[in-house]
């Protein structure tokens, strides 16, 4: 090999390029003797091309590339070559963006031994790729596009990857990450980011624009989690990511805004495995405004799928709740009727062309919630309102389909199951019009589908009263507004429509006389602005 480079050498070449090519072969035979390694100056590979032109500048990218393919020969070889730990690159005066590789800082890609002293080595390299005064959002600092490369391995770590406050434009790309048996139970495998962000201005935010694509992360159910991201804008979580083995929150992101997570599997669990009685994750946990999930999917076994929380510290500050997330082609299959598909808990939250597979949609005291287009197999959704909560509002339900087979299941078939005392709270602008209920084998039909409208029509002869029962149909008990037309080929009567005492969702319609007639009727709930109580006049 030396002596076909040498005979190369001696080769008249015409182009930078034509050096750069031969420059490279001789790389490659070093990289193949254990003689090469990054530290090799541009002098020395001038040395090796002869008097052929080499252009200076371009040894970074000819190192990048030499350093890709050395990758490749050691996976050939038996990893022979071994980079300096304390090796950190300097790009100052380079305008790619740096790359870093852990197995060049001793890190071990079969996950055979723990490599978290060589992954910390790594972050701290990563963490040096400053662009000096150039900065984001102030004071975070810009590190360039700098990227922690995985390069296809697997690393098994004991202590978490910790990129801190004040840090952005980076990404951790291609690879897996295990936590090993001694993972700190409380720590999750990444940690982004600092809990009290008091120099964040306006946004409240101390990270900004990091990715996260190609990764799988495993917690072995040692870690608490996969990722977590403190107080960050501009979080992108995928494409191609799986997070498993977790004992508390997959993916948890506290307070900062606009993240988003997408074409990501989560999974507690593996369907094959038996979790014990207690467990309690959640699959991806939103504590945080104006967050996107898309291409999502939960699969079994996980406690809770979705989760959309509390900004921190904010439970007691409406207008601080998580809230304003979208969801989109998000499918939970988490285990079945005994599991949560979704819980929502902060306000103004928006879910579409979702897919709700076993597990229950649960919302606590429901206050903006849209939830459209949807699938709903043997499921349905649950409102809940505490003692302390007196208003529901700005509410969409609808053109979702509910899909109910004959598995025995714990509850009503039915779309939506209220919990708490709905006569006490104030509705207004609710909207449920779920029409779609799709029925198999020997499913029954108890509970049904429940709107905020319905609309009924009766013919009879000879009759002063026509009654209409809207029990089954109509989602509160009470009647806000009653609409209705008398038609009749015989002499015109008076009529009147009049509520059943003791019966809040039976109306009748009532002629002055016997009278042949049909009786069209509709209801409405939802809108009104006072409970009964508030429409009481003292004597």
């Not at 030396?2 to 490279?24: D, E, P, W």
């Not at 990054?38 to 590979?45: I, K, M, N, Q, Y």
């Not at 948890?252 to 993240?259: A, F, K, N, P």
């Not at 499918?331 to 979704?342: A, D, L």
Request: include cysteine; glycine fraction near 10%.
């Amino acid at each position: 090999l030396y002596k076909i480079v040498h005979s190369l050498s001696n080769r008249k070449l015409t182009t930078t390029m034509g050096a750069l090519k031969l420059v490279y072969c001789a790389a490659l035979v070093l990289a193949v003797s254990g003689r090469y390694n990054p530290h090799t100056r541009a002098d020395e590979l001038r040395k090796l091309s002869g008097p052929a032109p080499i252009d200076v500048r371009s040894s970074k990218q000819l190192h990048r590339q030499m350093t890709g393919q050395i990758s490749k020969i050691k996976r050939l070889f038996g990893h022979p070559i071994r980079t300096p730990a304390t090796y950190v690159p300097h790009w100052e005066h380079d305008h790619d963006s740096p790359t870093i590789r852990p197995v060049d800082y001793g890190a071990d890609p079969t996950g055979g031994t723990d490599s978290s002293t060589a992954m910390n080595a790594a972050v701290q390299a990563l963490l040096n790729c400053s662009r000096g005064s150039h900065t984001l959002a102030r004071p975070i600092m810009d590190l360039g596009g700098a990227t922690l490369d995985l390069g296809g391995g697997t690393y098994s770590v004991s202590s978490p990857l910790v990129f801190p406050g004040y840090v952005g434009n980076f990404q951790i790309i291609d690879g897996t990450l295990r936590a090993s048996t001694t993972f700190n139970a409380e720590k999750f495998m990444i940690e982004i980011g600092m809990v009290n962000c008091t120099t964040g201005g306006t946004q409240g935010v101390c990270n900004e624009y990091i990715n996260i694509n190609q990764v799988f992360l495993d917690a072995g159910h040692s870690a608490a989690g996969g990722l977590q991201v403190h107080n960050t804008m501009g979080v992108t979580v995928g494409p191609s990511a799986f997070v498993t083995g977790f004992n508390d929150v997959g993916i948890r992101i506290d307070g900062g805004h606009e993240c988003i997570i997408s074409e990501v599997w989560v999974a507690q669990y593996f369907w094959n495995e038996n979790p014990p009685p207690t467990f309690h994750g959640i699959g991806i946990e939103l504590n945080g405004p104006d967050n996107v999930l898309t291409d999502v999917i939960v699969f079994a076994i996980t406690k809770v799928g979705i989760k959309i929380g509390f900004t921190p510290d904010a439970e007691n500050d409406a207008d601080d709740w998580a809230g304003c997330n979208i969801l989109d082609t998000v499918h939970v299959w988490n285990g079945g009727p005994t599991q949560v598909g979704f819980q929502m808990d902060g306000p103004r939250n928006r879910m579409a062309n979702c897919y709700i597979d076993g597990g229950l949609l649960n919302v606590t005291n429901p206050n903006g919630l849209a939830v459209e287009d949807s699938l709903f197999l043997n499921t349905h959704a649950v409102w809940n309102v505490d003692g302390g909560y007196d208003q529901v509002q700005n509410i969409r339900f609808r053109d979702n389909m509910y899909c109910f087979d004959s598995t025995p299941q714990k509850y009503n078939k039915t779309n939506i199951q209220l919990n708490g005392d709905f006569n006490k709270v104030h509705t207004s602008n609710v909207i449920v019009e779920d029409a779609m209920h799709l029925l198999q084998g020997n499913a029954n039909t108890s509970g049904g589908i429940r709107s905020t409208s319905a609309r009924a029509v009766l013919s009879l002869v000879n009759a002063t009263q026509f009654h209409f029962d809207f029990s089954s149909a109509l989602l509160f008990d009470w009647i806000d507004e009653i609409l209705y037309s008398v038609s009749t080929n015989g002499p015109i009567v008076g009529h009147v429509a009049r509520e059943v005492p003791g019966s809040s969702r039976i109306v009748v319609i009532e002629t002055s006389e016997p009278t042949t007639a049909t009786v069209a009727v509709e209801v409405r709930q939802g809108f009104r602005k006072y409970t009964p109580e508030d429409m009481l006049i003292s004597p």
